[in-house]
DNA sequence: TATGAATGAGATTTCATTCAT
DNA sequence: GATGAATGAAATCTCATTCAT
């Protein structure tokens, strides 16, 4: 029973959170939208921020266990990039909502919030780093600083653009495209 | 005098909007910033929405009219875009703050408003796309839908880590890092 | 305790209308009146005209049902009339707040409202208009358009002077000269 | 020239102030109206409270000096009476917005204010009690307190709903049921 | 005379948070 | 666990008024 009202306020919450901005969403919807009273939603969580903790971490969690189970794989380097990007995105065509509230919400809140977040992201680009490196160890990847192959990497899976792109439908296709993209750029290779 | 305080009141919004949400920002901030009361604040802008869409589109513009200078350059592709590049990377360095104004507020105001953003940016698009196609004319650029080229281009520009990337000086360096990954992606070339 | 809040809400609000203006009435104003806080306010009212439209439209209902009332009775045309005057100047005597509610504020706020006021005020013109309708059947009454008989009656009622004339007192003799004035004028009757 | 300025700002006022409620119309308002700049408003008058002044009491002088002009004619009770209710009343259709001054704005402003014009308004009901005193004498008004009456035939004459019935045109008309009522009451007179 | 710019007090309203029941 | 009611700080905005030019 506690943990379904629990569970109907974060759903309430991440369905809020990633169609409005933090300040916007007010307590009371997320309540009304739980179907409960705001006396009870804070008896759930302390605080507004600590809700939006909770959603925030949460879904970065999930992005970085995922992450870690592709690193575990024994697939080469290619795969396992072309793994990462078809699981990004369509992460972002069945949970459209849990992303936007990163892209709705960066900056938010309290500077120490700020950078544990930061400190979460860090840890993803970590974690694929470690796919570029074993990329450059089977040469297939330039040999460049890995951390910042996988920023650029990452950034792009995660740009607003991306999920335009999406919304026109065809996601086979466009996760092709970006990840020619990604591994070959936009120049003209000859053959 | 007029000039003056107009001036003086866009540079204190500007800053602030530009570290904090659109709505964390408050009126009798901006007003403080500028050194003027808030009375005077409302009698240059009419709203606190009229003032943050006058510095928007203003910085849209601003990008719109250097991104058109270069198109009409006699530059051959390969120079435009990375003419281009080396614009924006450098506009990022020296007025950073402007940048942030659209990163921590997109979503943000009545959608009507989002709809005037988003056809500014369409706009830009649409600009460095002329580029993309004189390249694909020029065999440079491989044969894709030069929109789509466009927009992952503009995407990886102005997504947040290419601003963290510079953060850490070097911009030089980077932005041949940058304009490498567009080019040529992050996989092994063979020579 | 709700009840009992939004009554002192309704007396704090109707004791300050009365006296003042709409626009001067200020919210702080009503709460300190009701011994609550702002924030209680607007939990019980959505806002000022929330507030002004309760209570307006209350002190019509009020008359309304009376005068239906009234006319339901068994009386002939001759009482009824009288205890339509009778019963609006003691309302006036014992309720003059709520007159003055009317009074200070016709043509405030919205158009909109202003019509469901008036509208109202038709109500209770019709209703009045059957007495007379009954007077004019029963041959006491001058065989004219009832409804701008019905209207004049009232506005005598409820113009400013009537309260003046009765607030220096001797409320029953009042009553016989304006009961007098209604019926007969002004003129002097020869017998 | 300084007139003509001095006149334009009266007339803009007058047509604000007769339409909307004292507090709803604002200087600005006024000005704009006028077709000047808020400064050239105060160098004119020094306060809101002093243009509403002027108006409200060039008003009620104008009423003062019409009813003692028809006071001061050698005409009889009976065709005074007459005079001064047709004069009212195309007053009423000609210059309705002079008239709404006072009706949106009775109660307003501060307590010297209120009682500066209900000194205003008793002096009218004084001038006209001497007609009302002129038919006594002569046999046709009933003989009864002469400021009372005064002060029912003025309330009639003032009353809203007297300027609805005229609002739906026949002014003529209306003018002989309004001196009917006056006159004779709402009761069948017997011939 | 006339103006544009500036001011500051105060108005309405929102909202995260608390607490007695 | 749950609720309705209450709070108070702060936000946006309005407006009469002033003043240097």
Known sequence: MAEDTRGKILKSAVQLFSKNNYHVVSM????????????????????????????????????????????????????????????????????????????????????????????????????????IKQGIDEGIIKNENPVDISTMLLSVLFTPQTKELLDHAQVEKKINFIYDFIMNGISRKEN
Chains 1, 2, 3, 4 share one sequence.
Do not use: C, P
């Open 28 to 131: 009371s919807e997320i309540a009304e939208g739980a179907g409960i009273s705001k006396g009870t939603l804070y008896w759930h969580f302390d605080s507004k921020e600590d809700l939006f903790r909770e959603i925030t971490i949460n879904g970065m969690n999930y992005f970085n266990n995922q992450f870690k189970k592709i690193v575990q794989t024994d697939q080469n380097s290619n795969e396992k990039i072309h793994h990462l990007i078809k699981f990004v995105l369509n992460t972002l065509v069945e949970h459209l909502n849990m992303i936007d509230v990163f892209r709705n919400n960066v900056e938010l809140i309290s500077n120490e919030f700020k950078d544990t977040i930061e400190a979460k992201h860090k840890e993803n680009i970590d974690v694929v780093a470690e796919i």
